[in-house]
């Protein structure tokens, strides 16, 4: 992958670096704030990019507003932003267009290397990563009448899903068979009443949108 | 505060005989003689010090005017409390700055002193008047009331009616007198003068009574709604001041010690991986990451350490002296020293001086490009006084985002104040004073 880092700790911004390189990725650039992530997406063209979202000059919300410019701009770029708290109003800002390319984690997810730089290739690729935390969040502020008729696993699944896994992913987190995840998937839509989607963005979209309208 | 003794109501008829009528009297008499000394000095040296305050003379007869108000004011003030048994406290004496500068400074900014000029200035015709009023309306009954005894020693004069008579004359209209020598006039002339001993002493009173209005608003301290305006606005700087702390804590945690363990989670992370492994350059990598791992840890406790210390410093709880000799033993500039503590000021004086000293000289390691600094701490009266001077190019000014903004804020929660002498190619001179028992 060919990655673009925006992150103002430069301790922070050296070790990601150090570690994409480890295993192989290219790190095409790095930089301190959202200003220069911009330029910096212009001139690399990256696959992805990973910007934090308090960054200097208002140390507010510039990755978030960076990130609206480039999906704007880039459609097929990935964009994963983190931060040491998740928002669940960020979450929605980013997710406004779509869950295609986008990721919102917790900067702790990064002590768990591997899971940190699956979840990137998954949004280099289209595809999506939201927290744990933002997805059981939502799990939790649902009422339970929306959610009643799904069984403990089912939950799981469900969970495992808004965060953007891949069937293959859920059968390994939960360490059950491809067509055990299916046949769960199919109960969950079955029982919430949605439209089963093809690809898994779209099926995080309408898990998302679910939680979010009975919330 | 400042309300008259509560007195127990005189029934009427007892008035002219009650001792707050004789007091309030005396008060009218002595009040002319007093103001006219009082006035003519206040605005003679006030108009010659005025009109020559370009001139370092000018100043200083100002100066003498304000100082001899002020004790006027006192005078004044003792007087009513004493004879009028008002309750007017003394007006609380403003922190000051240290030396000659500091001294003229708070003489000519005064508010007591200017107020007892106002004092002086408006008493002065109410004094007048009410000297006139209370004379007339006094002899006027005595004099009807007492006429019998003293007609006998009036020389005997002829009236425009050709005859003799002794008395007082009324003159009612050219050439005609009303002389009160009949027996009938003499007694209505007594009678009006009795009616008047039981009215003049509401007449001097409601005077008077004016001379205590006159007196609460001018000569005790600035009213309490004023007061309350003062603490309004420090408590809402204290609050602002706190939530800026805290968001500087809360940023300096995001920045600094968040992002750290964030990078050790993840170096410790890719540590466990590598062990994992069977590669043996993942094994040599892994060592190398927890070395730096063990690194980050340890600066990270220094930053937490500094953190905790910015929020209180544990030694600060062995006084100022020891807090600011550990603070100035970190100055990457020389700090010197002075410190002269004869008590311990209180623990909230200890730490806003402490931050405010800390602020100062942070700024001045930042900005000066001084090669030393001195601090010293002295004690005068009720007040502690700072002073941190360096020997750097200055030009230090408040505002413009400087941290002198901040400490100014900080003393200004205890009434504290701050005053910087800076002159452009320096030496830079921050004096800050505030209560000992804030």
């Known amino acids: 992958m060919r990655i673009v880092i925006a992150e103002d700790s430069a301790i922070l911004r050296d070790g990601l670096t150090q570690l994409l390189n480890l295993r192989g990725h290219e790190v095409a650039a790095a930089v301190a704030d959202g200003a220069a992530l911009l330029n910096a997406v212009a001139e690399q063209r990256p696959d992805v990019v990973v910007a934090d979202i308090r960054m200097p000059p208002s140390f507010t919300d510039e990755g978030i507003q960076a990130a609206r410019t480039l999906r704007a701009a880039y459609p097929d770029l990935g964009i994963l932003v983190f931060s040491q708290y998740v928002e669940a109003r960020y979450a929605a800002t980013l997710l406004e267009n779509g869950a295609r390319g986008i990721g919102y984690l917790l900067k702790d997810r990064v002590a768990d290397v591997?899971?940190?730089?699956?979840?990137?290739?998954r949004v280099a690729a289209g595809g999506t990563a939201l927290d744990p935390e933002i997805v059981a969040a939502l799990l939790n502020s649902t009422r339970g009448d929306g959610l009643a008729g799904l069984t403990p696993r089912e939950r799981e699944v469900l969970g495992l899903m808004a965060q953007g896994r891949s069937n293959a992913a859920i059968g390994r987190a939960l360490t059950v068979s491809d067509g055990a995840v299916e046949k769960h998937i199919g109960n969950v839509f079955a029982k919430l009443g949605l439209e089963t989607g093809a690809d898994e963005h779209r099926r995080v979209v309408a898990v998302l949108r679910y939680l979010d309208a009975i919330k | 505060?400042?309300?008259?003794?509560?007195?127990?109501?005189?029934p009427f008829w007892r008035a002219p005989f009650s001792g707050r009528t004789w007091a309030e009297t005396l008060y009218a008499l002595l009040g002319l003689p007093l103001c006219i000394v009082g006035f003519t000095w206040t605005v003679t040296s006030l108009a010659i010090g005025l009109s020559m305050t370009i001139t370092v003379i000018g100043v200083w007869v100002l100066v003498a005017a304000l100082i001899t108000a002020r004790w006027s004011g006192v005078v004044d003030r003792s007087l009513l409390n004493s004879l009028l048994r008002e309750r007017i406290e003394a007006p609380r004496a403003r922190p000051r700055r240290p030396g000659t500068m500091g001294w003229l400074e708070a003489q000519l900014g005064d508010p007591v002193a200017w107020r007892a000029i106002a004092y002086q200035v408006l008493r002065f015709p109410l004094a007048l008047v009410t000297f006139v009023v209370t004379v007339t309306f006094w002899t006027l009954p005595l004099g009807a009331v007492t006429y019998p005894l003293w007609r006998g020693f009036l020389p005997a004069q002829r009236g425009?009616?050709?005859l003799m008579h002794r008395g007082d004359a009324f003159a009612y209209s050219s050439g005609h007198e009303y002389f009160i020598d009949t027996r009938s006039r003499i007694l209505a002339q007594a009678a009006v003068g009795f009616v008047f001993i039981w009215l003049s002493p509401w007449i001097v009173r409601g005077f008077v009574a004016l001379h205590r209005k006159l007196g609460r608003a001018l000569l005790g301290p600035?009213?309490?709604?004023?007061?309350?305006?003062?603490?309004?606005?420090?408590?809402?700087?204290?609050?602002?001041?706190s939530n800026e702390q805290l968001r500087k804590i809360e940023r300096d945690l995001h920045d600094g010690t968040q992002a750290r363990l964030v990078a050790l989670a993840m170096h410790l992370g890719q540590a466990k991986e590598d062990l994992d492994s069977d590669d043996p350059a993942a094994a040599e990598r892994a060592k190398i990451l927890i070395a730096g791992a063990h690194e980050q840890t340890k600066e990270t406790l220094t930053e937490l350490r500094d953190l905790a210390r910015g929020i209180h410093p544990p030694i600060l709880?062995?006084?100022?002296?020891?807090?600011?000799?550990?603070?100035?033993?970190?100055?990457?500039?020389?700090?010197g020293l002075d410190i002269d503590l004869p008590r311990r000021p209180s623990p909230s004086t200890e730490t806003i001086a402490y931050f405010a000293i800390a602020e100062l000289l942070t700024n001045t390691i930042k900005h000066s490009?001084?090669?030393?600094?001195?601090?010293?701490?002295?004690?005068t009266g009720k007040l502690l006084t700072f002073r941190v001077a360096d020997n750097g190019r200055g030009g230090a000014v408040l505002g413009g985002g400087s941290g002198l903004a901040g400490v100014t804020a900080r003393l200004g929660t205890v009434d504290g104040r701050l005053l910087i002498d800076s002159p452009l190619g320096g030496p830079t001179t921050i004096t800050g004073v505030l209560p000992m028992d804030a």
């Open chain 2, 369 to 379: 490009q001084a090669r030393e600094i001195t601090v010293d701490l002295r004690v």
């Open chain 2, 160 to 162: 425009s009616d050709g």
């Open chain 1, 114 to 121: 591997s899971e940190f730089v699956e979840a990137l290739a």
């Open chain 2, 317 to 335: 709880d062995d006084g100022l002296e020891s807090a600011l000799t550990s603070l100035g033993a970190r100055s990457p500039i020389r700090v």
């Open chain 2, 222 to 241: 600035v009213s309490i709604s004023q007061r309350v305006r003062d603490l309004e606005a420090s408590r809402t700087q204290a609050v602002v001041s």
């Open chain 2, 1 to 10: 505060m400042s309300s008259p003794v509560e007195t127990r109501p005189v």
